[in-house]
């Protein structure tokens, strides 16, 4: 006898989706304090530095998320750690959003003209003092439309952290449907859910690029 209503499968993935949202937060949020640190380095003229940087990307880029998500969950356990998998998903996925956001920024600096590093130096400005007052503004506004469309990438690749066992989204609707037999209906409202919560960032992210590119016009 199956006692499931349609309100009994939304309460539990809107409950669900509360932790979807919380670890997107929490990596997106991580991943940019990461950058930080990580753009500073590549910004540096010293080489070691950069190659360092550009190493960390390449891993992080060119390998599956579902694997990064794997090695911190089962790696720190051959070091006697044990991370839940709250903590494992959260540190993987922060890795993996810093190593594209550093890309994203360190290309929106790149975007600006050389001129203007020239001008501050003649001014007197060192080089903290140009990134700050004079690079930073600008970059943020070349920067932020792709940010935000990468905010929706970091959304969905929280759906892979189900693997490890971590209770978001896609691995509630995987036991409701072993509860409730009916994996369309459960699937198709957590499509809807994930599709409510891409498509504004995805919309923003669209309006600002135009923004974006209007101001350059004019």
């Given at each position: 006898m199956n006692t499931f209503t349609d309100w009994d499968i939304v309460r539990n993935l809107l409950l669900a989706a509360r932790w979807t949202v919380l670890l997107s937060l929490t990596a997106f949020l991580g991943g940019a304090l990461m950058t930080l640190p990580l753009l500073l380095l590549r910004l540096t003229r010293r080489r070691w530095p950069q190659r360092l940087v550009r190493g960390y990307t390449e891993l992080f880029q060119g390998t599956p998320l579902?694997?990064?998500?794997?090695?911190?969950?089962?790696?720190?356990?051959?070091?006697?750690?044990?991370?839940?998998?709250?903590?494992?998903?959260?540190?993987?996925?922060?890795?993996?959003?810093?190593?594209?956001?550093?890309?994203?920024?360190y290309?929106?600096?790149?975007?600006?003209?050389?001129?203007?590093?020239?001008?501050?130096?003649?001014?007197?400005l060192h080089f903290g003092q140009t990134l700050l007052r004079v690079i930073a503004p600008q970059a943020m506004r070349i920067g932020?439309?792709?940010?935000?469309?990468?905010?929706?990438?970091?959304?969905?690749?929280?759906?892979?952290?189900?693997?490890?066992?971590?209770?978001?989204?896609?691995?509630?609707?995987?036991i409701l449907t072993n509860v409730t037999y009916q994996p369309?209906?459960?699937?198709?409202?957590?499509?809807?859910?994930?599709?409510?919560?891409?498509?504004p960032l995805s919309r923003y992210s669209q309006y600002l690029e135009k923004k974006c590119h209007a101001a350059h016009h004019h």
């Open positions: 579902l694997m990064q998500l794997f090695l911190a969950f089962f790696g720190p356990a051959l070091f006697g750690i044990d991370l839940s998998p709250w903590s494992a998903a959260a540190l993987a996925l922060t890795l993996y959003s810093s190593a594209f956001l550093v890309d994203i920024w290309g929106s600096i790149r975007a600006l003209p050389q001129g203007q590093w020239e001008a501050s130096r003649c001014l007197g932020i439309a792709p940010t935000v469309g990468f905010a929706v990438q970091v959304i969905k690749g929280t759906a892979l952290a189900s693997i490890i066992g971590f209770v978001e989204l896609t691995k509630a609707a995987t369309f209906r459960v699937f198709g409202l957590v499509a809807l859910g994930y599709f409510l919560m891409c498509y």
